[in-house]
């Protein structure tokens, strides 16, 4: 069965600073990776996937994540925080054999940035 | 494009009612997604349709959720009848063809039971 562990419910980071959003994940064969962040109100938005190639992930508003496949890890990062990067962030996972698109997505971390 | 459109943004409904919850997918997009999000259980997967076909419904949570695609621009979630614990927010996405893994949400649909 595929999951993924988002193992904080919320991460505080002083503006400029650097952040790492953790996600963990467990799937049979090879996984495809995703962000989403959703701002209040709102649905997901995209942020990055992993489908293969280049461990290291670059997506939208300066975020990246790395892939490392022998910690089946897929942590989120940004050199230096914004205010307005305050949301939740949602990892998640879809194995890339299976026949079926059914995406399991972690419970969520809440992002705050502090001024 | 307009992005995935969902009506109504927010339903308050009493236990029993039944409940019709509609999404207008991105033009183009052969798949769409139906979730629930609730503190409890975070995102839940409820069913996908590609090319208007329901493939995996394993995630409705019981015979009182029905969901349609009557063609590749709308679909419908129903609840009938409606339960307190169904209280959530319903989100639908879509995404395009085979290749493509990014999905777009809509804005959320908002149900109360009370």
């Known amino acids: 069965a595929q999951s993924v562990a988002q193992p904080e419910d919320q991460v505080n980071v002083a503006e400029g600073n650097p952040l790492t959003v953790k996600c963990t994940y467990s799937v049979s064969g090879n996984p495809y990776l995703f962000w989403y962040v959703q701002y209040p109100n709102r649905g997901l938005q995209f942020l990055l996937k992993?489908?293969?190639?280049?461990?290291l992930v670059k997506g939208s508003y300066g975020f990246e994540a790395e892939f490392n496949k022998s910690q089946t890890s897929f942590h989120l990062k940004k050199p230096s925080a914004l205010v307005s990067d305050s949301a939740l962030y949602f990892c998640?996972?879809?194995?890339?054999?299976?026949?079926?698109?059914?995406?399991?997505f972690g419970t969520g971390t809440r992002l705050k940035v502090l001024a | 494009d307009a992005g995935v459109i969902q009506s109504p943004r927010h339903e308050v409904t009493e236990m029993g009612q039944e409940v019709t919850l509609r999404c207008k997918p991105i033009s183009g997009h052969d798949y769409l997604f139906w979730y629930r999000q609730t503190m409890m259980r975070g995102l839940e997967l409820l069913i996908y349709f590609n090319n208007n076909v329901p493939i995996d419904d394993s995630g409705m949570p019981e015979d009182r959720f029905s969901a349609k695609m009557p063609n590749a621009s709308f679909s419908t979630l129903k609840i009938q009848p409606s339960e307190p614990r169904d209280s959530a927010v319903y989100f639908c996405a879509s995404r395009e063809g085979e290749t493509q893994e990014t999905q777009y949400f809509g804005p959320g649909t908002r149900l109360l039971v009370l």
């Open positions: 992993y489908i293969t190639g280049d461990n």
């Open positions: 998640a996972v879809r194995r890339s054999t299976s026949g079926t698109y059914k995406y399991i």
